[in-house]
Structures are given as C-alpha cells and as structure tokens.
C-alpha cells in the first residue's frame, strides 16, 4: 500500500499590516511560495501591488506566483480554477505554499 504525502498550503491576507509584519509572519511560517489570488494584484496600502510585493520577497527568498486569473474567483472558469488547483497542488509537494488574497 502506498502512503499519500500530506499537501498544505497556507492562506494570508495583509489588511491591517504593514508590509514588514506581513514578510515577517511568511518568514516565520518558512514559507518558500506566494501565491497571489487578486485578480487585479494593486493596493492603496504601501508594498503591496504587485511590483513592490514581488521585490520585497525576493528580498527574503520567497517565490511571488500571480494566479488571479486562474483563481481569482470573480471572472475565471470552472476550467481555469480547476486547473489552478491542481497546479498548487504540484507545486506545493516540494514547497511550503501560501494563498494571498486582501
């Protein structure tokens, strides 16, 4: 009998925090992987759109992966969100992953 490898993956979301608490908890939770579900990844709140989120976690190895338009939830297809879970679903048996929305 073969054994199935328990997947994790992680959600998050940065409203009320400033982008160093915000990199500060995905550290602490060794978080290798940053999933973003907005479908439009802007914000009014500093450090998080998409460029400055992306630079601020290479900063401190964690991969950025923009999946909004797989699922996002407001505009995708069935199809697409399917196919977006099962692409987290791969990557999350070699990496400690975290979903993103607000």
Known sequence: MSKKKTVTIKN????GRTIEQFLETLQ????????DLREKPVSRMRGFSKNKLCEALGSVG????PCGK?????T????QWTHGCNMLAGLAQNKTIVMMCM
Do not use: M, P, R, S
């Open 12 to 15: 998050i979301g940065y409203q």
């Open 28 to 35: 602490d939770a060794k978080v290798q992987l940053l999933v």
């Open 70 to 74: 797989e699922l996002g939830g407001f």
């Open 62 to 65: 964690i991969e950025y992966l």
């Open 76 to 79: 995708c297809t069935q199809e």
